[in-house]
């Protein structure tokens, strides 16, 4: 069975530019997050989803961040504009909806806005 | 504010001996306490999860414990190998069911 797919794996921008993270989760996971990850530190919780619908996007930066899970299945991250602060690992994950169960990662991928 | 703190940045520990990963957390109600390794350039792996109303958990050489008056859990890997290697992660599973991780500790085993 696939686990999570992330792509691309590595991207790199100048600042001011858009750029969108694509994430297809594990079949039948109808809970998916985002994460951040800066060098170093543990993952940021950004947004997550049950099915179509965001659940909690309080971690969300609204102002230049904006996820989207049409159909309740790939999710896509989008920044608009990249910031040179936004530099970071974006990490999506994906579970089934019960509250014991673990989450399945993808391999991130690694931003560097220039 | 809401914090998961891990006790070190980094550990190092002789091959054989026991590693013991401090995870402390404070202004979270946590359901379930979750442990996840994660390698260089990869995303977190999940070891083991506790919940609330369980003290230790185990799973092959790894145990876990949880003290919700304490709110601290410990993470133990016993006859540590360089394999073990790896940067680890505790998370706090909310009734939301929410997922927040705490800053990581990168054990690294000398053999």
């Known amino acids: 069975e696939a686990g999570v797919v992330q792509s691309p794996r590595y991207k790199i921008i100048e600042k001011k530019q858009p750029v969108a993270f694509w994430c297809n989760p594990i079949s039948g996971h109808n809970t998916l997050y985002w994460y951040r990850q800066n060098l170093g530190q543990g993952p940021e919780l950004l947004i997550r989803y049950e099915n179509e619908e965001a659940v909690d996007d309080s971690q969300l930066p609204k102002d230049r961040f904006s996820a989207e899970r049409l159909k309740g299945v790939d999710s896509t991250l989008k920044i608009q504009p990249a910031e040179l602060g936004d530099s970071a690992v974006y990490l999506c994950?994906?579970?089934?909806?019960?509250?014991?169960?673990?989450?399945?990662f993808g391999q991130g991928t690694r931003l560097t806005v220039v | 504010s809401q914090k998961i703190e891990q006790n070190s940045e980094a550990l190092n520990i002789q091959e054989g001996k026991t590693a013991t990963l401090t995870c402390n957390y404070t202004n979270y109600s946590p359901a379930y306490l979750q442990w996840y390794r994660q390698d260089p350039g990869r995303g977190p792996v999940f070891l083991l999860l506790?919940?609330?109303?369980?003290k230790e958990k185990r799973k092959e050489r790894l145990k876990v414990t949880f003290d919700t008056t304490l709110k601290q859990s410990l993470f133990h890997i016993t006859a540590s190998q360089p394999a073990d290697s790896a940067t680890y992660l505790c998370a706090l599973q909310t009734g939301a069911n929410n997922l927040f991780f705490g800053t990581g500790t990168r054990l690294t085993v000398i053999p």
């Open positions: 994950a994906s579970s089934v909806y019960e509250e014991n169960t673990e989450a399945f």
């Open positions: 506790i919940r609330e109303n369980e």
